[in-house]
């Protein structure tokens, strides 16, 4: 069964993204595709998500957490399989009931792993835009174009590569200056000493 789970939870990352945008784009078909489906079981009319200007950007991210979690879902993994034993087992002497051991031991010594995935998670929600191609093409009325998106727009639409080039820059530095905060500022926090 726990195989299972792991594999059923790591399939979406290994599948492209493009794969995976026309998968959810037939799920989130108006009228025909499941969601409207199931939502109806439930007496809820049709839904035009990727087209409605209040769904289309959650949508996406529906997505591109369902395609992502599982490469994340690792690293929590191997975290929690590197715990001690010996903390449970200390934790279930001193008292400690399942609550106190989560948030006491476990919560803090997974704080490396999610200041990774933390790091991570950011950077990979600027570099995706292949979804956005499949799914809204930065629409409807922009509310689902991403800043990437913006930049390839500007350079291969518009045709201004000064200007898409300028962007780029500027959103590495916010990268980089965002990771490089989070390190400083968590950092210190999280590691035992």
């Known amino acids: 069964h726990r195989g299972l789970v792991r594999t059923a939870f790591f399939t979406p990352t290994m599948l492209p993204m493009i794969a995976a945008a026309n998968l959810w784009l037939f799920f989130y078909t108006p009228g025909l595709g499941l969601l409207d489906h199931v939502t109806a079981l439930f007496g809820i009319g049709p839904t035009n998500w990727l087209g409605q200007p209040g769904t289309a950007l959650w949508?996406?991210?529906?997505?591109?957490?369902?395609?992502?979690?599982?490469?994340?879902?690792?690293?929590?993994?191997?975290?929690?399989?590197?715990?001690?034993?010996d903390l449970r087992e200390a934790a279930r002497i001193e008292g400690a009931g399942r609550w106190a051991y989560t948030r006491r031991i476990v919560l803090p010594l997974l704080m490396p792993?999610?200041?990774?995935?933390?790091?991570?998670?950011?950077?990979?929600?600027?570099?995706l835009i292949d979804h956005l191609f499949i799914l809204t093409k930065g629409g409807p009325d922009n509310a689902s174009k991403l800043i990437l998106y913006w930049i390839w727009e500007m350079a291969f639409a518009?045709?201004?590569?000064?200007?898409?080039?300028?962007?780029?820059?500027?959103?590495?530095?916010?990268?980089?200056?965002?990771?490089?905060l989070q390190f400083m500022f968590f950092d210190r926090r999280i590691h035992y000493r």
């Open 59 to 85: 949508s996406v991210m529906a997505v591109t957490i369902w395609k992502e979690s599982g490469f994340f879902m690792i690293f929590y993994l191997a975290a929690l399989q590197a715990i001690p034993p």
């Open 113 to 127: 792993t999610t200041l990774f995935v933390l790091i991570n998670a950011l950077i990979n929600s600027v570099r």
């Open 158 to 180: 518009y045709l201004d590569q000064a200007g898409a080039a300028v962007m780029t820059v500027l959103v590495l530095a916010a990268l980089g200056l965002i990771a490089a």
